[in-house]
T-cell receptor, first 116, second 111 residues
Framework: DSGVTQTPKHLITATGQRVTLRCSPRSGDLSVYWYQQSLDQGLQFLIQYYNGEERAKGNILERFSAQQFPDLHSELNLSSLELGDSALYFC???????????????FGEGSRLTVL | QQPVQSPQAVILREGEDAVINCSSSKALYSVHWYRQKHGEAPVFLMILLKGGEQKGHEKISASFNEKKQQSSLYLTASQLSYSGTYFCGTELDGSNYQLIWGAGTKLIIKP
């Protein structure tokens, strides 16, 4: 158990719909990352928040948005869903330890989104 | 910018050794290694920093060659539990807290 909680674990929806994925980081971790992983593919960085502020942005589509709340939980909003958005969405948190800028990432179990 | 991992996949017998490589065309500040089992979340293995030493423990270790911008992960006397996909994530010098991930190396260990 990494200590990072993601809900829901599975989500099936139709094209054009909107969904919200939720992430609660490990206690004490200020930084939250969102990643997208398509079937048997690598991790695509979407966005990072640190203590409520957006810190870095990756290849996140305009249809996607995220935020981190004062209690440090984060939500990823996906709208106007397309078939290609079907993927596993991971949230990861870190306290920045390990010497690098990123530190050791603790991943949640992921939210599997299926768009029909 | 994405680091190149090699090989893409490797099949071993239990007890054999494996080396997984991660190579970047850009100057690196750090290299991170994670293992992901099918259907599960990636799990941290180690971080190697520029100017740092080889890290790891007895059976799983890694090195970072700063001059070549390459890192190698060494799996010694592999166990069935080592099966999974190994990802390297690279932090560029002067980067903004992003890890750029390789495509992964799938490792299958057979009894």
């Amino acid at each position: 158990d990494s200590g990072v909680t993601q809900t829901p674990k599975h989500l099936i929806t139709a094209t054009g719909q909107r969904v919200t994925l939720r992430c609660s980081p490990r206690s004490g971790d200020l930084s939250v990352y969102w990643y997208q992983q398509s079937l048997d593919q690598g991790l695509q960085f979407l966005i990072q928040y640190y203590n409520g502020e957006e810190r870095a942005k990756g290849n996140i589509l305009e249809r996607f948005s995220a935020q981190q709340f004062p209690d440090l939980h984060s939500e990823l909003n996906l709208s106007s869903l397309e078939l290609g958005d079907s993927a596993l969405y991971f949230c990861a948190s870190t306290n920045g330890r390990g010497g690098s800028n990123t530190g050791e990432l603790f991943f949640g179990e992921g939210s599997r989104l299926t768009v029909l | 910018q994405q680091p190149v991992q090699s090989p893409q996949a490797v099949i071993l017998r239990e007890g054999e050794d494996a080396v997984i490589n991660c190579s970047s065309s850009k100057a690196l500040y750090s290299v991170h290694w994670y293992r992901q089992k099918h259907g599960e979340a990636p799990v941290f293995l180690m971080i190697l920093l520029k100017g740092g030493e080889q890290k790891g423990h007895e059976k799983i270790s890694a090195s970072f060659n700063e001059k070549k911008q390459q890192s190698s992960l060494y799996l010694t006397a592999s166990q069935l539990s080592y099966s999974g996909t190994y990802f390297c994530g690279t932090e560029l010098d002067g980067s903004n807290y992003q890890l750029i991930w390789g495509a992964g190396t799938k490792l299958i260990i057979k009894p």
